[in-house]
């Protein structure tokens, strides 16, 4: 009689299980199907390495309280000084959380991502000015 009921409840969860790894792949391709649309309708849209997905730049700028970079431009140190403020507030050594200071890392790198193609910009032509001086080490 102890083997029956044994055999019910294995069998239960397995089907259990099985029934929840399916709708678990069912959601994943329904995603997965939704976020090549809406790349196909936004060929343009900046990807993130999780895909598409992501924080906005509008997002970033909210967490940071900084003003969103004119045409690539922003106050680095501006966004610096307040990254780095919020991020030791909300270190969880002192009491802090851990999921505030990882959205104000990512809120950074957000907007670092924004400035870097301007900045690279601005670096190359400050190179082709100035003429290119590599760096010369000398050996003992």
């Known amino acids: 009689m102890a083997h029956r009921i044994v055999t019910q409840i294995v069998l239960t969860g397995a089907r259990v299980l099985g029934r929840s790894l399916t709708e678990a792949y069912k959601q994943a391709q329904a995603s997965s199907n939704y976020a090549r649309a809406q790349a196909k309708l936004n060929p343009d849209a900046v990807r993130t390495r999780g895909g598409t997905s992501g924080m906005t730049l509008e997002e970033a700028c909210k967490i940071l309280n900084v003003k969103p970079p004119q045409g690539g431009q922003a106050n ?24 505030l200071q990882s959205k104000i890392l990512r809120a950074r ?30 050996d003992r």
């Open 76 to 99: 680095v140190e501006e966004v610096m000084e307040r990254f780095k403020k919020l991020f030791d507030t909300n270190d969880p050594q002192k009491g802090g959380s851990f999921y």
């Open 109 to 138: 790198e957000r907007i670092e991502s924004e400035m870097r193609p301007v900045m690279e910009k601005a670096a190359q032509e400050a190179e082709i000015k100035e003429g290119f001086k590599p760096k010369v080490y000398k």
